[in-house]
């Protein structure tokens, strides 16, 4: 945050001019801008649909949900959107005229003249279907001549008042308002009718003054105060008119359909009561529930003689039944059968058995007696078969007379629905439409009393009024939005450029990008001087900043023994090899042996940069031809504790040489006679040289380049780290511009590493 907030005090001159112009900007449009008025009416609205439903609850047709055929109602929200339809502002603007504009040049802008115009313009004999917008100049030449000119239409003609002059889509017609003066100017704006409209009604709004209210508050803005009254009382007078208009229309409509169906009912009607009484007297009904009452008593009676004779004949059948079986039993005598022949019968009949069971328990079966009694029993069976007989054939007869009976009474009361129903037809139709006619005949006396009512749907509370000056644009909020947006824009500006940057720029980018320590930083060489740190230039901002890397280094790695330090980077241009060279000048000038090894055999750089310009027998010969340590190490001329190991003869298999065991016996034999040994690695992200040497290295210092470096390379930088693939590794940032707020230097032209343990520095780790 903090560094945001210095990197946004450093381009304070942007934010400076850009309010400066914002605000310009806002004094040149406010010179521009034409001052709108706010005029204010309102309206009260009747709710008709609440007037409606309070006086007509009791009435049949809304008892039966018809009211809307007869009745529509209108409420408050249907009344606003009809004050703010097209067509009634298009009407306003037919009447007056508000697709012709004169107006006045008045500075930078155009100023509506209105009742101070000479004149009045007027379009005749139109000739095109769609009107496009135009502009007219006219000049008076004189108390009736003047010149017309438009540009859009290259028109240049004299005119006389009174009479017309031809343009391409109409002829103009300008008539005398008052006393003209010869070279006044004026400018004549002429839309269609549609584009007027659309105009008006965008500076038109309609509110409610609040909830549950029906008074409405209508706001216009218009930059004319005196024909923005007039735009907005013609609107409040043209709504009025239409509901007059309307509701005399609707009642004309009314009672033309009134009329309509009360002839038709009157004709239903009678043919109705016709059909009545012709059913009544085909029928012979005078009280058709009361003759239904009758016979369904009489069916009634029948139908329950049926039942017992049918209950009767089941019992006579089952006993008959039972005696012919032949078996000597009793015959229980409480069987409800009324026949006194039958009965006198079957008495004797139980007698005779109850006396043979007695006789049996003491006789045998062969003793006459019982033999006797037999023969008794059977003649008596048989003659109350016999009455069984009779009495069943009695009943079968008695049944089926009661049963024709019954079903004759049963056919006169099926057919008593079907007249009933005919007849309560005839009855409901004759009741809808008396009810029916009497309900029109009123309605049409509501419909011609609401046709001659004064009553208005709705009354002006407050007529339109305009407010004493221009309301709009107002100075105050044109400035205020211009230095918000002289702010917000350069704002906006340095935070999308801040997200689209893809280099490497201030430190907070690399503690957001990684948590690799920074070893040093070194500042922007403006020669292009390859020995950066001399004896010759001893005190220059770059060879400070090398100074302080030195005694970082000296800190993060044992002085007690000789030191491999590689140094590689993501890509190339990121300034290795010349750090490589810097950076161990530094160390030779305090004494110390150090020796370069130019590990990148594919494009070598630093022998040229230590002035050797010939290819050399160096590292590739050491490997390949088994060349000595003394026969390829090379003297520097700048400083005599410096030496130098060139890539040596061009090889095509540089990574493969690596692997060899004399690399091993190389970096050996180099800590035995150096302090210190700076390899110049080729850059890690394009080949894996620097990754093969590492066994032999104790500190790995990645280069990355300010305004160079690209910030999805860390991703790269950070895998290294995690993976171990790279030693003690630690960052270097090259070409940094120190001028620049938000880059905060230390390590460099303050001493040597007592800032860094300030920082939170000790032996190469954070405290």
Same mark, same amino acid.
């Not at 109705?272 to 012709?278: G, I, K, R, Y």
């Not at 006619?437 to 011609?448: D, F, P, S």
């Given at each position: 945050?903090?560094?945001?907030?210095?990197?946004?005090?450093? *381009?304070?001159?942007?934010?400076?001019?850009?309010?400066?112009?914002?605000?310009?900007?806002?004094?040149?449009?406010?010179?521009? #801008?034409?001052?709108?008025?706010?005029?204010?009416?309102?309206?009260?609205?009747?709710?008709?649909?609440?007037?409606?439903?309070?006086?007509?609850?009791?009435?049949?047709?809304?008892?039966?949900?018809?009211?809307?055929?007869?009745?529509?109602?209108?409420?408050?929200?249907?009344?606003?959107?009809?004050?703010?339809?097209?067509?009634?502002?298009?009407?306003?603007?037919?009447?007056?005229?508000?697709?012709?504009?004169?107006?006045?040049?008045?500075?930078?802008?155009?100023?509506?003249?209105?009742?101070?115009?000479?004149?009045?313009?007027?379009?005749?004999?139109?000739?095109?279907?769609?009107?496009?917008?135009?502009?007219?100049?006219?000049?008076?030449?004189?108390?009736?001549?003047?010149?017309?000119?438009?540009?859009?239409?290259?028109?240049?003609?004299?005119?006389?008042?009174?009479?017309?002059?031809?343009?391409?889509?109409?002829?103009?017609?300008?008539?005398?308002?008052?006393?003209?003066?010869?070279?006044?100017?004026?400018?004549?704006?002429?839309?269609?009718?549609?584009?007027?409209?659309?105009?008006?009604?965008?500076?038109?709004?309609? +509110?409610?003054?609040? *909830?549950?209210?029906?008074?409405?508050?209508?706001?216009?803005?218009?930059?004319?105060?005196?024909?923005?009254?007039?735009?907005?009382?013609?609107?409040?007078?043209?709504?009025?008119?239409?509901?007059?208009?309307?509701?005399?229309?609707?009642?004309?409509?009314?009672?033309?359909?009134?009329?309509?169906?009360?002839?038709?009912?009157?004709?239903?009607?009678?043919?109705?009561?016709?059909?009545?009484?012709?059913?009544?007297?085909?029928?012979?009904?005078?009280?058709?529930?009361?003759?239904?009452?009758?016979?369904?008593?009489?069916?009634?009676?029948?139908?329950?003689?049926?039942?017992?004779?049918?209950?009767?004949?089941?019992?006579? *059948?089952?006993?008959?039944?039972?005696?012919?079986?032949?078996?000597?039993?009793?015959?229980?005598?409480?069987?409800?059968?009324?026949?006194?022949?039958?009965?006198?019968?079957?008495?004797?009949?139980?007698?005779?058995?109850?006396?043979?069971?007695?006789?049996?328990?003491?006789?045998?079966?062969?003793?006459?007696?019982?033999?006797?009694?037999?023969?008794?029993?059977?003649?008596?069976?048989?003659?109350?078969?016999?009455?069984?007989?009779?009495?069943?054939?009695?009943?079968?007869?008695?049944?089926?007379?009661?049963?024709?009976?019954?079903?004759?009474?049963?056919?006169?009361?099926?057919?008593?629905?079907?007249? +009933?129903?005919?007849?309560?037809?005839?009855?409901?139709?004759?009741?809808?439409?008396?009810?029916?006619?009497?309900?029109?005949?009123?309605?049409?006396? +509501?419909?011609?009393?609401?046709?001659?009512?004064?009553?208005?749907?709705?009354?002006?509370?407050?007529?339109?009024?305009?407010?004493?000056?221009?309301?709009?644009?107002?100075?105050?909020?044109?400035?205020?939005?211009?230095?918000?947006?002289?702010?917000?824009?350069?704002?906006?500006?340095?935070?999308?450029?801040?997200?689209?940057?893809?280099?490497?720029?201030?430190?907070?980018?690399?503690?957001?990008?990684?948590?690799?320590?920074?070893?040093?930083?070194?500042?922007?060489?403006?020669?292009?001087?390859?020995?950066?740190?001399?004896?010759?230039?001893?005190?220059?901002?770059?060879?400070?900043?090398?100074?302080?890397?030195?005694?970082?280094?000296?800190?993060?790695?044992?002085?007690?023994?000789?030191?491999?330090?590689?140094?590689?980077?993501?890509?190339?241009?990121?300034?290795?090899?010349?750090?490589?060279?810097?950076?161990?000048?530094?160390?030779?000038?305090?004494?110390?042996?150090?020796?370069?090894?130019?590990?990148?055999?594919?494009?070598?750089?630093?022998?040229?940069?230590?002035?050797?310009?010939?290819?050399?027998?160096?590292?590739?010969?050491?490997?390949?031809?088994?060349?000595?340590?003394?026969?390829?190490?090379?003297?520097?001329?700048?400083?005599?504790?410096?030496?130098?190991?060139?890539?040596?003869?061009?090889?095509?298999?540089?990574?493969?040489?690596?692997?060899?065991?004399?690399? #091993?016996?190389?970096?050996?034999?180099?800590?035995?006679?150096?302090?210190?040994?700076?390899?110049?690695?080729?850059?890690?992200?394009?080949?894996?040289?620097?990754?093969?040497?590492?066994?032999?290295?104790?500190?790995?210092?990645?280069?990355?380049?300010?305004?160079?470096?690209?910030?999805?390379?860390?991703?790269?930088?950070?895998?290294?780290?995690?993976?171990?693939?790279?030693?003690?590794?630690?960052?270097?940032?090259?070409?940094?511009?120190?001028?620049?707020?938000?880059?905060?230097?230390?390590?460099?032209?303050?001493?040597?590493?007592?800032?860094?343990?300030?920082?939170?520095?000790?032996?190469?780790?954070?405290?």
């Amino acid at each position: 945050m903090g560094n945001f907030i210095k990197n946004m005090v450093s *381009k304070w001159y942007v934010f400076l001019i850009s309010v400066v112009v914002f605000l310009l900007l806002s004094f040149l449009y406010l010179q521009v #801008a034409i001052p709108d008025y706010e005029i204010t009416g309102g309206l009260m609205l009747k709710d008709e649909k609440t007037q409606a439903e309070s006086k007509t609850v009791a009435t049949f047709a809304n008892d039966n949900g018809l009211s809307f055929l007869l009745n529509p109602s209108e409420n408050v929200s249907n009344e606003t959107r009809i004050l703010t339809s097209r067509k009634l502002m298009k009407e306003v603007v037919h009447d007056l005229g508000l697709n012709i504009v004169v107006g006045q040049r008045s500075g930078l802008r155009i100023k509506e003249v209105y009742d101070l115009a000479p004149f009045d313009v007027q379009m005749v004999d139109v000739h095109t279907d769609s009107i496009k917008e135009r502009n007219f100049e006219i000049e008076w030449i004189s108390e009736k001549d003047f010149r017309l000119t438009d540009d859009d239409e290259e028109i240049n003609k004299a005119g006389t008042l009174g009479q017309p002059v031809a343009t391409k889509q109409y002829d103009l017609l300008l008539k005398p308002n008052g006393p003209i003066h010869k070279g006044a100017k004026y400018e004549v704006n002429i839309v269609s009718e549609d584009a007027a409209t659309r105009k008006l009604m965008s500076e038109l709004t309609v +509110e409610l003054t609040e *909830k549950g209210a029906t008074t409405l508050n209508l706001d216009f803005f218009y930059p004319n105060p005196k024909r923005g009254e007039l735009i907005l009382q013609t609107l409040m007078n043209r709504y009025m008119e239409n509901n007059r208009l309307e509701k005399i229309r609707r009642a004309d409509s009314t009672l033309g359909y009134i009329d309509q169906r009360l002839a038709v009912v009157a004709s239903e009607l009678d043919q109705v009561e016709q059909d009545l009484a012709a059913f009544r007297s085909r029928n012979r009904i005078t009280d058709i529930s009361e003759q239904s009452k009758l016979l369904v008593g009489n069916a009634n009676d029948y139908y329950n003689k049926l039942k017992d004779q049918q209950v009767q004949l089941q019992i006579v *059948k089952d006993l008959e039944g039972y005696i012919k079986n032949g078996q000597n039993q009793r015959i229980p005598s409480s069987l409800n059968i009324q026949n006194a022949s039958f009965g006198s019968s079957l008495e004797r009949y139980n007698t005779l058995m109850q006396e043979y069971e007695k006789k049996k328990l003491s006789l045998t079966d062969s003793n006459p007696i019982l033999k006797n009694l037999e023969e008794q029993i059977k003649g008596e069976r048989s003659n109350l078969l016999q009455s069984i007989g009779s009495y069943r054939r009695e009943l079968q007869l008695t049944s089926k007379e009661v049963g024709a009976l019954n079903a004759g009474f049963n056919n006169q009361i099926s057919s008593v629905p079907a007249k +009933e129903k005919q007849f309560v037809n005839y009855s409901r139709q004759q009741a809808l439409k008396q009810q029916l006619y009497v309900y029109l005949l009123q309605k049409r006396e +509501e419909a011609t009393i609401a046709k001659t009512a004064n009553s208005q749907s709705a009354s002006i509370v407050d007529p339109a009024k305009s407010s004493g000056g221009p309301v709009k644009p107002k100075p105050i909020i044109i400035y205020f939005m211009g230095m918000l947006l002289g702010l917000i824009l350069p704002f906006g500006y340095i935070n999308i450029n801040e997200l689209l940057r893809s280099r490497l720029k201030s430190d907070t980018d690399i503690e957001y990008l990684t948590d690799i320590e920074i070893l040093g930083k070194i500042g922007h060489n403006p020669n292009s001087e390859a020995l950066a740190i001399s004896s010759h230039k001893p005190n220059t901002l770059i060879a400070e900043g090398f100074r302080s890397l030195r005694a970082n280094l000296y800190y993060a790695l044992q002085s007690n023994k000789s030191n491999v330090v590689m140094l590689t980077s993501s890509i190339k241009g990121e300034g290795k090899t010349f750090l490589s060279w810097n950076l161990g000048n530094a160390l030779s000038m305090t004494g110390k042996k150090v020796a370069f090894v130019e590990l990148d055999m594919r494009k070598p750089k630093l022998a040229s940069m230590m002035g050797v310009q010939e290819r050399t027998p160096g590292l590739s010969d050491y490997i390949e031809k088994g060349l000595s340590l003394d026969e390829i190490i090379q003297a520097n001329e700048y400083n005599a504790n410096s030496f130098l190991i060139s890539a040596g003869s061009y090889s095509e298999t540089p990574s493969e040489l690596l692997h060899s065991d004399r690399i #091993a016996q190389l970096f050996e034999e180099l800590k035995q006679r150096f302090d210190f040994i700076i390899v110049d690695s080729p850059p890690v992200g394009l080949v894996s040289d620097a990754m093969i040497i590492q066994p032999h290295v104790d500190m790995t210092i990645f280069v990355c380049r300010h305004n160079y470096t690209r910030k999805e390379q860390f991703k790269f930088i950070n895998e290294l780290k995690s993976k171990n693939k790279l030693a003690e590794m630690y960052l270097v940032i090259n070409d940094v511009d120190f001028s620049r707020s938000d880059y905060f230097g230390y390590g460099y032209g303050y001493g040597y590493g007592v800032e860094m343990e300030d920082k939170g520095w000790k032996w190469g780790r954070r405290k």
